[in-house]
């Protein structure tokens, strides 16, 4: 059984850094593209960023551009969300999604991906 089980959200002020973790299990997603996502109460859950299965090309959405990176460690089957220079706009939960294709095209779709976890809250303060 496949799961993907994200840590690292908390409460944080603005201007301040969380790095969040997705940890895969029942699969290796060495191969696949991997990316993190987010959902604000009352709005539409939106892409944040994304990383193909080799880790060579990255995407971003544009609200998170400079600030956010996102990496992985295949050798943990994890990818990772660094966070910096928080703002209260970044407050949501952060779902991590796995794909089962390598690099498809539409990173920054949900469709994209057949699985996600929980998610995990991040709350910034101003």
């Known amino acids: 059984q496949v799961q993907l089980v994200e840590s690292g959200g908390g409460l944080v002020q603005a201007g301040g850094s969380l790095k969040l973790s997705c940890a895969a299990s029942g699969r290796t997603f060495s191969s696949n593209a991997m990316g993190w996502f987010r959902q604000a109460p009352g709005k539409e859950r939106e892409f944040v960023a994304a990383?193909?299965?080799?880790?060579?090309?990255?995407n971003y959405a544009d609200s998170v551009k400079g600030r956010f990176t996102i990496s992985r460690d295949n050798a943990k089957n994890t990818v990772y969300l660094q966070m910096n220079t928080l703002k209260p706009g970044d407050t949501a939960v952060y779902f991590c999604?796995?794909?089962?294709?390598?690099?498809?095209?539409?990173?920054?779709?949900?469709?994209?991906?057949?699985?996600w976890g929980q998610g995990t809250q991040v709350t910034v303060s101003s």
């Open positions: 999604a796995a794909s089962i294709y390598s690099y498809p095209s539409t990173l920054y779709l949900g469709r994209t991906y057949n699985y």
């Open positions: 990383i193909s299965g080799g880790g060579g090309t990255t």
